[in-house]
């Protein structure tokens, strides 16, 4: 039993579903049974390529469905003559008819695939070359915000550290400013019991015999 693949899908996965899908649709094939083949070749389900085809990639190949289904109403055409005389079948082929954007001129099959092929590539081409110029750009964005993030982080650094000495010479106002409150007041106290001592001893007075007299 094949394994079933999780992982994303390639641009040569999108290159399988497209060639058997778009076969199968010149074939007069059902899409359910391209899917299925497209899924056993791929290692994936029928749901998931019949997602990745509805989703994403039939919308690249929008011109080769259309001459696909053109190639499969000339195949049914075809069928329906019964014989089908070789002069007919050039008389057809001679057919000078635009279909899809292309001049048929009797122009095989093989070739209108041909010509789908290279002009999808030549669209694929471009897309990638967008995808790729996007990308640089997304880059080049992704490069610019690295460095604006630096740029803060450097100047959150600064802030913080400049933060932390502000923090430093408050603690340091603040305890001087306390000690130096602490040395007020003492030096307030001192002055009180100071005035309170000058104060008794202006209360007596020495008296002719040398003995203190106290002054009511």
């Not at 058997?20 to 390529?49: D, M, N, P, Y």
């Not at 803060?152 to 913080?160: E, V």
């Not at 001592?197 to 202006?202: C, F, I, V």
């Amino acid at each position: 039993m094949t394994a079933i693949r999780q992982d994303a899908w390639s641009v040569e996965d999108d290159l399988i579903l497209a060639e058997v899908t778009l076969r199968h649709i010149r074939e007069g094939g059902t899409q359910l049974a391209a899917f299925e083949e497209v899924g056993q070749k791929i290692g994936r389900t029928s749901a998931a390529c019949g997602f990745r085809w509805n989703s994403c990639v039939r919308k690249r190949y929008d011109e080769a469905i259309s001459i696909a289904k053109a190639q499969r109403q000339k195949r049914s055409y075809i069928r329906k003559q019964n014989p089908v005389g070789v002069s007919q079948v050039a008389a057809f082929a001679s057919l000078d008819t635009v279909e899809g954007g292309y001049r048929t001129d009797g122009t095989s099959e093989d070739t209108l695939s041909i010509d789908a092929v290279i002009r999808f590539l030549r669209q694929w081409k471009g897309s990638v070359q967008e995808t790729n110029r996007q990308i640089k750009m997304l880059e080049k964005d992704l490069r610019e915000k690295e460095e604006e993030l630096n740029q803060l982080r450097s100047i959150n650094d600064r802030l913080s550290k400049e933060v932390n000495e502000v923090q430093t010479d408050y603690r340091v106002v603040n305890d001087d400013y306390k000690a130096l409150i602490q040395i007020m007041d003492r030096a307030r106290r001192l002055a009180l019991i100071t005035d309170e001592e000058e104060e008794l001893k202006s209360r007596f007075k020495m008296d002719a015999n040398g003995n203190l007299e106290r002054i009511e």
